[in-house]
C-alpha cells in the first residue's frame, strides 16, 4: 500500500472526529466544516511529493485547515461586498444551525476576525503555543498576541452577556 | 472586562463536542486525494510538455528559416596542473582543485615567480598568457582582457603535451594596502585537437598572491 494511503487511513479512521470538531470551532457552522475537513485532507495529501509524514499529518492537516478558513472567509466577504443583491436568505435551516444559534461560545465567536476566531482555537482549544499559532498563521508572535487580547476582550464582553441574559430567562 | 481561561477551555470542549460526527468515510477522501493527484500530475506533465514545446518552437521561430537541429555544447577546457614556485616556495595547483594556492607577499617585493604547466596527452595549446589580475577573469581569442600586466605570452609555436616552464618577474606594487590581495592567472587557447574538443580559450587563477604588510612597517 502506498505510504500516503497508509498515513491518510490511519489520521481519518482515528482523528476525523477530534479535526471535525476543530473545523467546527473555526466555522461556527457544521455543514462548512465538514467541508472544511475533507478539503484539508485532501489538500494534505494531494501533492505527490509533499505528503506529509505520519507523526506530522494531523498538525499539518490542522494548518491547513485554519489556513483555508481564513481565506475562504476572506473570499466570501469580498464576494457579499460586491453583490449584495445576490443575497438570499436561507429557505429552509439546517437542524445543525440550531445547535450553532443556541450555543453562546460559537454566537460569541462570530463577533471575532477570521484570524481572531483561529488564533482562539488554537490557544485555547489546541493549546498551541503563540510561537506555533504564529508560524501557523504566517505572523509574528506580537500579533497574535494582538489577536488574542482583543478577541479575548471581545468574547468576555459576548459571554458575559449571554450569560445574564440566559440567567435573568431562567429567573422568570 | 476579563474571561477566565480555564473556564473558555472547558466552553470551547464543549461546544466543540456539539458538532455532528463526521459523515465522510476515510474512503471517500482516498478516492478525493487519488483524483486530486491525477489531476495534479497531468498538470505537472502538460507543464513540462508545454515548457518543453516553447524551448523548441521559439529558436526555431527566431532563427527565420529551418534549420536541422544541432546542439552545440561550449567548448570543453582541457584540465592542466601547476607546479608554481614563488621566490623558491613550490606549491601544487593539480588539475580539476578549486583553489589556488596562496603565497603572502609584501608591498614592493620583487618576485621570482615560475610557472610548470603540465598540458595533458592529447592536447595542444596555440596559445598562452600568464600575468596579474585583480579578480577578473575575461579571456578572449586574442588575449586576456583584464590581466595587467601579462608577464608571459606564447602564440608562436603550438605546445604540446609534457611539462612547460615560464619563469616570470613580477615587483609588488607598493601601492598595494596588506589585507588585499591578486591573482596569478593563465590564459590558454586551444585550437581543435580531438574530435570531441571545439577550439575555444580559458582563464584561471593559479596563484592567490596575499598583500601582507611588511615586516617592520
Same mark, same amino acid.
Given at each position: 500500500?502506498?505510504?500516503?494511503?497508509?498515513?491518510?487511513?490511519?489520521?481519518?479512521?482515528?482523528?476525523?472526529?477530534?479535526?471535525?470538531? *476543530? %473545523?467546527? !470551532?473555526?466555522?461556527?457552522?457544521?455543514?462548512?466544516?465538514?467541508?472544511?475537513? $475533507?478539503?484539508?485532507?485532501?489538500?494534505?495529501?494531494?501533492?505527490?511529493?509533499? %505528503?506529509?509524514?505520519?507523526?506530522?499529518?494531523?498538525?499539518?492537516?490542522?494548518?491547513?485547515?485554519?489556513?483555508?478558513?481564513?481565506?475562504?472567509?476572506?473570499?466570501?466577504? #469580498?464576494?457579499?461586498?460586491?453583490?449584495?443583491? /445576490?443575497?438570499? =436568505?436561507?429557505?429552509?435551516?439546517?437542524? %445543525?444551525?440550531?445547535?450553532?444559534?443556541?450555543?453562546?461560545? !460559537? &454566537?460569541?465567536?462570530?463577533?471575532?476576525? =477570521?484570524?481572531?476566531? %483561529?488564533?482562539?482555537?488554537?490557544?485555547?482549544?489546541?493549546?498551541?503555543?503563540?510561537?506555533?499559532?504564529?508560524?501557523?498563521?504566517?505572523?509574528?508572535?506580537?500579533?497574535?498576541?494582538?489577536?488574542?487580547?482583543?478577541?479575548?476582550?471581545?468574547?468576555?464582553?459576548?459571554?458575559?452577556?449571554?450569560?445574564?441574559?440566559?440567567?435573568?430567562?431562567?429567573?422568570? | &472586562?476579563?474571561?477566565?481561561?480555564?473556564?473558555?477551555?472547558?466552553? !470551547?470542549?464543549?461546544?466543540?463536542?456539539?458538532?455532528?460526527?463526521?459523515?465522510?468515510?476515510?474512503?471517500?477522501?482516498?478516492?478525493?486525494?487519488?483524483?486530486?493527484?491525477?489531476?495534479?500530475?497531468?498538470?505537472?506533465?502538460?507543464?513540462?510538455?508545454?515548457?518543453?514545446?516553447?524551448?523548441?518552437?521559439?529558436?526555431?521561430?527566431?532563427?527565420?528559416?529551418?534549420?536541422?537541429?544541432?546542439? *552545440? @555544447?561550449? =567548448?570543453?577546457?582541457?584540465?592542466?596542473?601547476?607546479?608554481?614556485?614563488?621566490?623558491?616556495?613550490?606549491?601544487?595547483?593539480?588539475?580539476?582543485?578549486?583553489?589556488?594556492?596562496?603565497? @603572502?607577499?609584501?608591498?614592493?617585493?620583487?618576485?621570482?615567480?615560475?610557472?610548470?604547466?603540465?598540458?595533458? @596527452?592529447?592536447?595542444?595549446?596555440?596559445?598562452?598568457?600568464?600575468?596579474?589580475?585583480?579578480?577578473?577573469? +575575461?579571456? #578572449?581569442?586574442?588575449?586576456?582582457?583584464?590581466?595587467?600586466?601579462? /608577464?608571459?605570452?606564447?602564440?608562436?609555436? =603550438? !605546445?604540446?603535451?609534457?611539462? *612547460?616552464?615560464?619563469?616570470?618577474?613580477?615587483?609588488?606594487?607598493?601601492?598595494?594596502?596588506?589585507?588585499? +590581495?591578486? $591573482? /596569478?592567472?593563465?590564459?590558454?587557447?586551444?585550437?581543435?585537437?580531438?574530435?570531441?574538443?571545439?577550439?575555444?580559450?580559458?582563464?584561471?587563477?593559479?596563484?592567490?598572491?596575499?598583500? $601582507?604588510?611588511?615586516?617592520?612597517?
Amino acid at each position: 500500500m502506498e505510504n500516503w494511503k497508509r498515513t491518510l487511513e490511519e489520521l481519518t479512521a482515528s482523528r476525523r472526529v477530534a479535526l471535525k470538531r *476543530h %473545523a467546527f !470551532l473555526l466555522c461556527g457552522d457544521d455543514s462548512r466544516s465538514e467541508d472544511l475537513v $475533507q478539503e484539508a485532507l485532501v489538500r494534505a495529501f494531494a501533492r505527490p511529493l509533499r %505528503a506529509p509524514a505520519p507523526g506530522a499529518a494531523e498538525a499539518y492537516v490542522r494548518a491547513i485547515m485554519v489556513n483555508l478558513f481564513i481565506d475562504a472567509d476572506r473570499r466570501r466577504s #469580498r464576494w457579499v461586498r460586491l453583490a449584495p443583491l /445576490l443575497r438570499t =436568505p436561507p429557505v429552509t435551516a439546517d437542524p %445543525a444551525d440550531q445547535v450553532v444559534a443556541r450555543d453562546a461560545v !460559537l &454566537m460569541a465567536m462570530r463577533g471575532l476576525s =477570521p484570524r481572531q476566531r %483561529a488564533c482562539v482555537v488554537l490557544r485555547y482549544y489546541q493549546d498551541l503555543p503563540v510561537a506555533e499559532i504564529a508560524a501557523v498563521l504566517g505572523v509574528a508572535d506580537g500579533t497574535v498576541k494582538r489577536y488574542l487580547s482583543e478577541a479575548m476582550h471581545e468574547m468576555a464582553a459576548r459571554l458575559s452577556a449571554a450569560d445574564h441574559g440566559s440567567a435573568e430567562g431562567a429567573g422568570r | &472586562m476579563t474571561i477566565d481561561e480555564h473556564g473558555l477551555r472547558r466552553r !470551547l470542549e464543549e461546544t466543540a463536542a456539539k458538532a455532528s460526527a463526521p459523515r465522510f468515510t476515510t474512503e471517500d477522501v482516498v478516492r478525493q486525494v487519488r483524483r486530486r493527484r491525477t489531476r495534479f500530475i497531468a498538470m505537472a506533465v502538460g507543464a513540462v510538455v508545454a515548457a518543453g514545446a516553447v524551448a523548441v518552437a521559439v529558436p526555431v521561430a527566431l532563427s527565420g528559416k529551418s534549420q536541422p537541429m544541432v546542439s *552545440h @555544447a561550449p =567548448p570543453v577546457p582541457p584540465e592542466l596542473t601547476y607546479a608554481v614556485t614563488v621566490n623558491g616556495r613550490t606549491e601544487m595547483f593539480p588539475a580539476g582543485s578549486s583553489t589556488a594556492p596562496r603565497f @603572502a607577499v609584501t608591498p614592493g617585493e620583487n618576485l621570482t615567480i615560475v610557472v610548470d604547466a603540465y598540458v595533458p @596527452a592529447d592536447t595542444t595549446m596555440s596559445a598562452v598568457w600568464l600575468g596579474i589580475t585583480d579578480g577578473v577573469l +575575461s579571456p #578572449r581569442p586574442d588575449g586576456p582582457a583584464n590581466m595587467n600586466p601579462i /608577464l608571459a605570452a606564447r602564440s608562436g609555436a =603550438p !605546445l604540446g603535451p609534457g611539462v *612547460h616552464r615560464f619563469t616570470l618577474r613580477w615587483a609588488v606594487p607598493a601601492s598595494l594596502r596588506p589585507g588585499t +590581495s591578486r $591573482q /596569478l592567472a593563465a590564459e590558454w587557447a586551444w585550437s581543435r585537437s580531438s574530435p570531441s574538443r571545439s577550439p575555444g580559450e580559458s582563464e584561471a587563477f593559479i596563484a592567490e598572491l596575499g598583500i $601582507q604588510a611588511a615586516p617592520g612597517a
